[in-house]
């Protein structure tokens, strides 16, 4: 089994919406992907790989700044914005049975936020990920609107709930990624680059470079490949897609494990990921009628689920 490879180039960015018989292929092609495995390449989706690339360079002196001026851009629990910031090596850990990451990462969330401090060390970082962040939240709404027509339901279903991101309002982020090489005298047992772990979103948008790493779990429990396709995206539906499906979709488990050779052990990794996440409002009720799961909010799904980000009483949940 592999991950399928979709022809987005109809529908890429700057596309108007593309004929009935391309959107019932997309959207046929597509949600086949989601229902068997959970995870779909997109290519020619109007990104191209040297956009991608050029923006990974810039994100990597980032990440190879001292330490004492990266700290000064960490994620504040406390904030309202709890997920937008560096996090250091080692300090995340996605599989919580295992030992930390060996990854640091820089979350942007927000453009609207006092505690969102340009990098005045490197001015060209914040402008390309803020430029990468519209990019990606313009190809979502063209996702979106396949996957509205895959599951027969109202146009704009989907669209109109995520109206807010990059506010304060909405908790979609846009990730950078950086696994520096392995030292393997320093691994701690059973330790990953990324741990095995879902995306708790809508959907997910990654990148990665040519070095690849990325492994998804099959429905029947098995690991396959998701190896660095040219000029494409990896598309994967998030927890909060498989229970408005109610189960239909699946949020597939994956992971970047330790490279095997001593060559790949050397060689740093990157990654551009876009968390697409409903406005905090938005309500979560299982679209097919069935009532699997009962309706809640988003805020309140984070609130109850992941209490380690978001452990305030409340937030901002309406303009």
């Not at 850990?93 to 340009?118: G, H, I, M």
């Not at 979609?172 to 990953?192: C, D, G, H, I």
């Not at 990654?271 to 697409?276: K, Q, T």
Request: aromatic share 12%; net charge negative; with cysteine.
């Amino acid at each position: 089994m592999s991950v399928a490879v979709v022809d987005f180039g109809s529908f890429a960015l700057g596309e108007a919406v593309p004929s009935a018989h391309e959107m019932k292929r997309l959207s046929t092609e597509i949600g086949r992907a989601f229902s068997e495995l959970g995870f779909v390449y997109l290519k020619n989706t109007g990104i191209k790989d040297e956009q991608v690339f050029r923006a990974m360079d810039i994100c990597r002196k980032f990440f190879l700044l001292p330490k004492d001026i990266k700290q000064q851009y960490a994620r504040s629990v406390v904030s309202d914005v709890p997920y937008h910031g560096w996090f250091d090596l080692q300090t995340e850990s996605l599989d919580p049975t295992q030992a930390c990451d060996l990854k640091e990462v820089f979350n942007y969330s927000t453009f609207s936020s006092s505690d969102v401090r340009p990098v005045k060390e490197l001015p060209e970082f914040t402008s390309c990920i803020e430029s990468f962040f519209r990019t990606f939240q313009e190809l979502s709404m063209h996702v979106m609107k396949v996957i509205e027509l895959s599951l027969g339901i109202e146009t704009d279903f989907f669209v109109s709930k995520h109206q807010r991101m990059g506010s304060l309002l909405n908790p979609s982020a846009l990730r950078a990624a950086f696994y520096p090489p392995v030292e393997k005298s320093s691994l701690m047992e059973n330790q990953t680059r990324c741990g095995e772990h879902s995306d708790y979103g809508t959907f997910t948008l990654l990148f990665q470079d040519k070095n690849g790493g990325l492994e998804v779990m099959s429905r029947s429990g098995q690991y396959i490949d998701a190896p660095y396709i040219p000029n494409a995206v990896l598309l994967n539906g998030g927890n909060l897609l498989q229970r408005w499906t109610s189960d239909r979709w699946i949020a597939a488990k994956h992971r970047v494990r330790i490279p095997q050779t001593e060559d790949a052990l050397n060689r740093s990794r990157q990654s551009l990921i876009f968390f697409a996440h409903p406005d905090h409002d938005a309500t979560i009720a299982c679209c097919d009628g069935l009532d699997k799961y009962p309706p809640t909010t988003s805020i309140q799904y984070l609130m109850d689920k992941h209490q380690d980000i978001f452990y305030k009483e409340s937030y901002p949940s309406t303009a």
